[in-house]
């Protein structure tokens, strides 16, 4: 088992642009979290997907937004680019009733 | 309102000395606490869970209610310690998101 992967790797885009990022869960979990992760910062939650829905959101705006699919991988999207969008988007998956997350290695997002 | 505080950004000890990272939280609730250690160019990922009780890697954690606090104890640093330390909380329910604290980069002097 890879655990959790996520792609790209690195991306570069312009402001305004829009960009989405993607996710495989490890095996046998089924709830997948965003976290957005600025330099010298923790990791900051976005949302969380369960069962193809959103099921927590924190204090991000509309722009952020996501999706589920039926085998439990996501997708990360950001409409309207802003410089401070920049940072380290984490995955995370989390095992069936249980409350610790797995994390991936992260995409590396930089808005010029 | 949900936080996680670590105090010490920076944490600087010699091999073979004790080293204690401190986390301090507030939750209206019941949370579930835990630490999470990111080595050099390496992912995220979970060293210790209070409910679990357990001795990872030589460390440990207990959670004290009284003072909210969850910190992280080695009584003997080793070099390979050195890395940077995330304590975070989550509720006990299923589903509850999990906020982080800052981080603490801990380096063990040889």
């Known amino acids: 088992d890879a655990g959790v992967t996520q792609s790209p790797t690195h991306l570069i885009k312009t402001r305004g642009q829009q960009v989405t990022l993607r996710c495989s869960p490890k095996s046998g979990h089924d709830t997948v979290s965003w976290y957005q992760q600025a330099l010298g910062q923790g990791p900051q939650f976005i949302f969380q997907y369960y069962e193809e829905e959103e099921r927590q959101r924190g204090n991000f705006p509309d722009r952020f937004s996501g999706h589920q699919f039926p085998n439990y991988s996501s997708e990360l999207n950001v409409n309207a680019l802003l410089l401070g969008d920049s940072a380290l988007y984490l995955c995370?998956?989390?095992?069936?009733?249980?409350?610790?997350?797995?994390f991936g290695p992260g995409t590396r997002l930089t808005v010029t | 309102a949900q936080r996680v505080t670590q105090p010490e950004k920076l944490l600087s000890v010699f091999k073979g000395a004790p080293v204690e990272l401190k986390c301090n939280y507030s939750?209206?609730?019941?949370?579930?606490l835990f630490w999470y250690v990111q080595y050099s160019r390496q992912r995220l990922q979970l060293l210790l869970r209070h409910i679990s009780r357990e001795s990872i890697k030589g460390f440990t954690a207990d959670l004290n209610k009284g003072e909210t606090s969850f910190h992280l104890k080695k009584p003997f640093a080793q070099e390979e310690d050195s890395a940077m330390y995330y304590c975070?909380?989550?509720?006990?329910?299923?589903?509850?998101?999990?906020?982080f604290g800052t981080g603490t980069s801990l380096t063990v002097i040889p």
């Open positions: 975070a909380l989550s509720g006990v329910s299923r589903g509850n998101q999990f906020y």
């Open positions: 939750y209206s609730g019941s949370p579930e």
């Open positions: 995370a998956s989390s095992p069936q009733n249980r409350a610790e997350q797995y």
